[in-house]
């Protein structure tokens, strides 16, 4: 376990690494990203009639981490460093699928874009794990689409179903109409309000592309 915690759907927790340690900033951002919407998520989907509320619909990770992180951004526990680890990730991800290997990528991380050493390493590290994990490019596109989402004032309901997505929005809808999925028993309050007070952080997301 490369991440230092996860929600596991199977155990419906939140699962810590062993000998890891938090700050209290750490457990708040962990609080509202795991539990204010994976397992938000993960309760949710267990009471749709269909499974693949629980099994994901396609690029369900795109917008569940989206939202995962519009929850940070929320309650005021974004913050510039961690935008830009999520941007350094983008990076690293891309240097993978060029082929790059476990050294280049940390070279590329640490030497040119001027990463802190033990950083670039936890950062190559879990991209690279198990041949090459992908998933931590879409952490950043993700969080533009939930925080035009949230800008336009549009409902995420359908979102919190289960590992849903916004290019499924529509077919959810149709589901719904034909008694197949149900709104939601669990809301997360970490979406509830905006307590951001960074207005960086709101220029930065504006212009994102």
Avoid at 4 to 25: E, G, T, Y
Avoid at 81 to 97: G, H, N, T
Avoid at 158 to 171: A, F, N, P, V
Wanted: charged letters at 25%; one cysteine or more.
């Amino acid at each position: 376990m490369s991440a230092s915690a996860m929600v596991s759907n199977i155990d419906q927790a939140l699962i810590l690494k062993r000998n890891s340690k938090f700050s209290k900033h750490q457990l708040n951002v962990l609080a509202h990203h795991e539990i204010g919407v994976h397992l938000v998520t993960t309760f949710n989907a267990l009471e749709q009639p269909l499974k693949v509320f629980k099994n994901g619909f396609p690029n369900n990770v795109e917008t569940q981490e989206g939202l995962a992180v519009m929850a940070e951004y929320m309650t005021n526990n974004l913050t510039i460093d961690r935008l830009r680890e999520l941007a350094y990730r983008v990076i690293a991800v891309d240097s993978l699928l060029k082929g790059y290997t476990f050294t280049d990528t940390f070279d590329l991380l640490h030497t040119k874009y001027k990463l802190d050493r033990d950083k670039a390493f936890a950062i190559t590290l879990r991209v690279h794990r198990g041949g090459g994990f992908t998933k931590d490019a879409l952490y950043l596109s993700g969080l533009k689409k939930i925080y035009d989402l949230f800008k336009e004032d549009q409902s995420i309901e359908l979102q919190l179903r289960g590992k849903c997505s916004l290019e499924y929005s529509g077919i959810v809808q149709e589901l719904e109409r034909e008694g197949l999925s149900i709104p939601i028993s669990y809301d997360s309050l970490s979406l509830k309000n905006n307590l951001n007070t960074n207005e960086t952080l709101d220029f930065i997301l504006k212009h994102l592309k």
